[in-house]
């Protein structure tokens, strides 16, 4: 796909999100949100288009398990960015959606004040559809809100399975929200994911939970510490803060110390050997998944993967021999 | 690869493994576990070689965590079964031994007496390959072994990541081995790993550890039950039982509970559609690996990959573009 390529409506549409308009950037992730082919090709001119603007936002992942407050988090913790005159753009990951129809809310009611916020852009997450695809659409998304010029792109996800990992790969910092919780919960966090939080955010540090966010926020810290430092971490770093997303405190902290990190990782090439790598684990799983998407492409695919598995289910075949077949079959 | 194209070398193979030689076996299970292209011919030739004698062992999956007592397990509950008259082989599959020289201890001083025993033959762990490798590796020496005349073949692994998913794919039952340990201790048992176990059996019943270890097993028994009931399980499976491997007790227990359960499995047919599913499930999982395995077949694959993969990361070239040219190169 060249840029010689592209029809006239695409060049429009790249020249609407470049300049900011909010209904053109909705349309613009509305067409790299379909599977169509056309709207592919279209999808693919436009991005091309669009990449020339350079325009670079910080892109925050941010994940936490259902009731944790991430709906009033973000509400607030965005509301103060674009009191700050920021702009910010909130995109939603959600892998459960095809199963369950999403357990994010696909409205906007749920972010009232900031989805009528001028400055903030809002998009729930689409559904039905497999990780794979989210991976690459989401992606899509963050560079045509980056082109449109966000300075803050947050991505939320609910913490289920891969999704974490998936948006802390196309992330340049990722937030974990937490509840104020005991001992046993606390062991209940996968080790995984504390090793892609970049902070971790005890949330509802109000009322009657305040102690109890302070006993949290101290034992994460305290688990932190255990694990190995990372060469992208300066002193300190992974860190554990508390805020109360209800009462709005605690937030002007959480920016300034993504900021630090922000700053020291630009400072010492981290933030932009991380967007390289990330780059490029991209490139190789869009590799892998199109060639695994071979086995389904064309009917005569799929009926030959049908019918040489019934031949190893019957026992007529080896595994190995009818793998052989099937891969001599695909070429290559 | 046909039967015509055998070498006569593997003629002679197959014939002395179908003989029940226990120095052939080892020799085909070592020209398996080869990775060169002409041991991979031969091995195939090999395989074709056998599968005409239609030979069918039970296939036991067992895993459990490092100290809780497998060696011993199975060394007690091997004995056991030579002594009915049974021959017994035992396969183990480490996959942590490509990165630390192997968990599952490599000579065979771990099972003594059971390693002396002439109707047993244990092969252990070979080292240094990835989980991929692994699988169809032990599925071929699983092939062999039922060739041999084996009537048991016990594959043990170590709770380590996927190779216990990948242990049940090829077995008929699967055991998990637990010790004594209280309620937070059950608590940490992943959830998937439940589902998959036919059985669970707590060991080291003896001693101290005799009452928690009854305390265990009732824990374990009262989670199975929360467990969604599987069509291939008769009433009361899966089970929680409890054995001293070390005082050799609850071991004909055991054994008798397997076989009620694989009786009543070819009963209901659940024995042999069970076998086509895993079958299938390994074509697939082949041409899968096949696939991705081009990415790295050649060095011209790889240098393309690696060209690409550093545009991508300069930021030349977006992800996807640069997916599409490799795989288009690759053809198909």
Not at 41 to 64: F, M, T, V
Not at 79 to 107: E, F, Q, Y
Request: net charge neutral; charged share 25%.
């Amino acid at each position: 796909m060249t840029q010689a390529m592209m029809t006239a409506p695409q060049d429009a549409l790249a020249d609407a999100v470049l300049n900011g308009e909010r209904r053109a950037l909705a349309r613009a992730i509305t067409l790299v949100e379909s599977g169509r082919a056309d709207h592919r090709l279209q999808a693919a001119a436009l991005l091309d288009a669009i990449k020339g603007a350079g325009r670079e936002a910080l892109r925050i992942g941010l994940s936490g398990t259902p009731g944790v407050g991430k709906s009033t988090f973000i509400e607030s913790f965005g509301m103060m960015l674009t009191g700050m005159g920021k702009r910010v753009a909130v995109l939603a990951v959600d892998p459960s959606s095809a199963r369950s129809g999403g357990s994010i809310l696909g409205d906007k009611t749920r972010m009232e004040r900031l989805s009528r916020d001028p400055n903030a852009f809002i998009r729930p997450s689409p559904s039905q559809t497999q990780l794979g695809g989210v991976a690459r659409r989401t992606r899509e998304a963050v560079a045509l809100c980056e082109a449109a010029g966000f300075d803050i792109v947050l991505i939320e996800t609910v913490g289920v399975g891969q999704s974490e990992t998936m948006v802390a790969e196309m992330s340049d910092l990722f937030l974990l929200l937490m509840a104020p919780a005991g001992g046993d919960e606390l062991q209940g966090v996968k080790r995984g994911i504390m090793e892609i939080a970049d902070l971790i955010v005890v949330n509802k540090a109000d009322g009657d939970l305040k102690p109890v966010a302070m006993r949290t926020c101290a034992d994460y810290a305290g688990a932190l510490r255990l694990l190995r430092k990372r060469p992208q971490d300066p002193q300190g770093f992974p860190k554990a803060v508390m805020v109360s997303a209800y009462e709005q405190t605690g937030l002007p902290e959480v920016w300034a110390e993504m900021e630090t990190l922000t700053a020291w990782r630009r400072d010492q090439g981290h933030w932009a050997s991380r967007r390289a790598a990330q780059a490029r684990h991209w490139f190789e799983e869009e590799v892998r998944q199109g060639l695994l998407a071979r086995l389904t492409a064309s009917p005569e695919a799929r009926a030959r993967m049908v019918r040489l598995g019934e031949e190893v289910a019957r026992g007529d075949r080896l595994p190995g021999h009818a793998a052989e077949d099937m891969l001599s079959w695909l070429g290559g």
